[in-house]
């Protein structure tokens, strides 16, 4: 795991500066505290830059920049190749390659480039975003950028008006170069009040752009940028395996035996090792497998709040610790080292995630470095492709319900009933109701996330005025940006994604767009990041077994009722874990990780803060939002709590972080 940062200058002859270069990665030394390298073409064109984590083959010669022995291709890396050995072996039989390392996988990325191109992609089990730097024709040089398949690693992009193309895998290194400064994009900030993160490409900032999860950009001799989508995966009707042909067993043991082969994968380490543990399903299972091939316990890690023990899962992470006999290391943390924690979580996120949960993994993440553990397995991604929310089946009985019998007109008693839920005032029982008609009347999606926060009514309230946002997207990537995110409605985001699946899925078809729609937005923008951005900042290397691309190819072929049975999600899943796990910790209902927003918001101190940042931000005073109905809705949630912590986090994530990083404040909270 690293930091990789670059430069590309075609647009005129003026060599690029160095210093620049190095600044860039200067600023992303907790992705690599362990060394640092630059390198410059000799046409001084080009310039890339690495901040190493020192995680496979510990050696000098694996530094990087990396370049091959004709000096004529350079590489960048960050992330893993776990199959690297695999496909080393083959390099090596075809005698074509020097060898300067013993087994570094960056090494066996460069020559596996050099042999296939960009297809050698296709070959590679692993989290990576690279770069490749390939002048073996001198006269049309090229820049590769790619962001591995299912989005684990983060690459940026961005042009300044020279000309220049800048990359790097955090955007604060790209605002190192002067020509650069931070400005908000404004569509970008409409479409993250709704899904709470900004949806690839666009980030929080004005002209910077991310690769989409599965995506490579190719810049070249020209300054001309072309994007490509690689990889991609799709359910349909027709690639639904049916239950005939594949029983429930057959299929339980299938997926048992592609878990233990990803678990092992990511066990591939030159340095200690271990596990983060909630307690749940995902987090045992993954130290379960991981127990079965180590001759060591297995490193867990754990957190929890003081005063607050109904956020906490100690008791069931100690139950599978002591199963299993780990090494189990805690940390409980306070409300106010956590919320003094706040200024800094914004700095750290780049842009924002309103996902609370941010907070309590830093300090799980400082716990796994201060025990001398550099590497640790995560659960993410089961949820989203196994169907494990509650939601899935609360969609599923909506679709069923209300949205299918309103698309389709049903009988005129249905119908006088709609027109009476749409004319009736909102009550708590019908106001989702409503929106999902409304939905279904406008030829909308149903589903819009698993994180969905500002829509329908509230929305409205919020953000009644749209003149604020209206912002042009200048896109210098062909192919990377979707008009339908130009739109100040995110539900055309979520159609770009959706529409063109509807008519082609296994029925009911919702189901088959929550896991694709969260495989877009909500699984590579919002929870990968914020395990990126977090453990990243003390330079811990998070590995997601459950995003293995076998695992979700295979997940995306299995009959529905294999992941969603009645109201139990993750069915088969669960199966597989009776051969490892009690009944208790499978069948729990799933707690979540996060932080007492609701209760925090309600002290008095807090509740002042939050006040005092919403009252003085240009978001404010711009006309962003109403500013009657959020003061209306913070003094109700710091008065006496009113159910809207999540709502109002998401205001205030985007309030602190503009304060940091547009206003450049030293008191952000």
């Known amino acids: 795991m690293c930091g990789i940062a670059g430069i590309l200058n075609f647009a005129d002859d003026r060599p690029l500066d160095t210093d620049i270069l190095e600044a860039m990665g200067d600023r992303m030394v907790h992705r690599g505290p362990d060394s640092a390298g630059i390198w410059r073409s000799q046409d001084g064109r080009c310039g890339l830059g690495h901040r190493r984590l020192s995680i496979i083959d510990l050696s000098d010669a694996a530094s990087q920049p990396m370049v091959n022995s004709d000096g004529d291709v350079t590489i960048v890396f960050n992330g893993e190749i776990y199959n690297h050995a695999e ?46 730097f390939d002048g073996r024709q001198p006269d049309k040089p090229v820049l590769h950028l790619v962001r591995d398949r ?31 400064t931070p400005e908000m994009d404004r569509t970008a900030f409409w479409h993250y009040l709704t899904f709470i993160v900004a949806p690839a490409p666009l980030t929080m900032f004005r002209g910077v752009f991310k690769l989409p999860a599965g995506f490579r950009v190719t810049i070249d001799h020209n300054g001309r940028a072309t994007a490509e989508r690689y990889w991609d995966c799709v359910s349909s009707a027709s690639n639904t395996i049916s239950e005939s042909d594949l029983g429930e067993d057959e299929a339980a043991d299938q997926l048992l035996a592609l878990l233990r082969k990803s678990v092992s994968r990511r066990m591939v380490s030159d340095v200690p090792f271990g596990a983060l543990l909630s307690g749940g399903i995902d987090s045992s299972l993954n130290v379960a497998l991981m ?58 996120q780049d842009e924002p995630i309103a996902d609370n949960v941010c907070i309590p993994l830093y300090f799980l993440a400082k716990l796994v470095r201060d025990s001398g553990t550099t590497v640790v397995q995560v659960g993410e991604g089961a949820d989203e492709h196994f169907l494990g929310y509650w939601w899935c089946a609360h969609y599923r009985d909506k679709y069923e319900q209300v949205y299918k019998p309103a698309r389709g007109g049903q009988s005129p008693g249905f119908l006088r009933r709609l027109r009476n839920l749409i004319a009736s005032p909102i009550r708590p029982e019908s ?5 999902i008609v409304t939905r279904a009347l406008s030829g909308q999606e149903l589903f819009w996330g698993g994180a969905a926060c500002w829509w329908g009514d509230l929305r409205e309230k919020l953000t009644p005025n749209t003149e604020p946002f209206r912002q042009i997207v200048n896109c210098p990537v062909e192919g990377l940006f979707d008009k339908s995110h130009q739109d100040l409605d995110s539900h055309e985001v979520v159609r770009s994604y959706l529409g063109p699946l509807t008519g082609s899925l296994a029925k009911p078809e919702v189901l088959q767009k929550i896991s694709y729609l969260e495989s877009k937005i909500r699984l590579p923008e919002h929870l990968l990041m914020r395990v990126d951005k977090m453990t990243m900042a003390h330079s811990i290397e998070a590995r997601v077994p459950f995003l293995d691309h076998d695992i979700v190819e295979f997940a995306a072929r299995l009959p529905l009722s294999y992941k969603l049975s009645g109201n139990m999600g993750k069915n088969l899943l669960k199966k597989v874990a ?15 990780f996060g932080a ?43 008065s006496r709590g009113g159910g809207n912590g999540f709502h109002l986090w998401t205001i205030l994530n985007a ?7 547009v206003e450049g404040r030293a008191d952000t909270f």
């Open 578 to 592: 009776t051969r490892f796990l009690d009944e208790d910790t499978i069948y729990r209902k799933k707690q979540g």
């Open 596 to 638: 007492p927003m609701d209760r925090w918001f309600t002290e008095d101190s807090f509740g002042k803060q939050c006040r005092t940042a919403y009252e003085r931000s240009p978001l404010r005073q711009e006309g962003f939002f109403d500013d009657d109905f959020v003061m209306g809705m913070l003094r109700e949630q710091t």
């Open 150 to 180: 299912v989005g684990v690693k983060p690459l940026y992009l961005t042009r300044t008006q020279a000309g220049e193309w800048l990359f790097a895998s955090e955007i604060r290194a790209l605002f190192a170069h002067p020509a650069l």
């Open 431 to 435: 106001a989702e109701d409503k929106e």
């Open 87 to 132: 496909i080393r072996r083959k390099l090596e039989a075809l005698g074509k390659y020097e060898w300067q390392t013993d087994h570094s996988d960056t090494e066996v990325l460069l020559h596996a480039y050099e042999e296939w191109g960009l297809d050698c992609i296709d070959r590679f089990y692993g989290m990576f975003a690279f770069a490749v």
């Open 291 to 348: 127990s079965e091939l180590m001759d060591r316990p297995v490193s867990t890690f754990t957190v929890g709040y003081k005063k607050h023990d109904d956020f906490n899962e100690f008791h069931h992470a100690r139950r599978v610790a002591e199963r299993y006999g780990t090494q189990h290391h805690e940390i409980l943390i306070d409300d106010k080292e956590a919320q003094d924690f706040l200024p800094l979580l914004v700095e750290l």
């Open 655 to 661: 309030v602190l972080w503009h304060a940091h990083w």
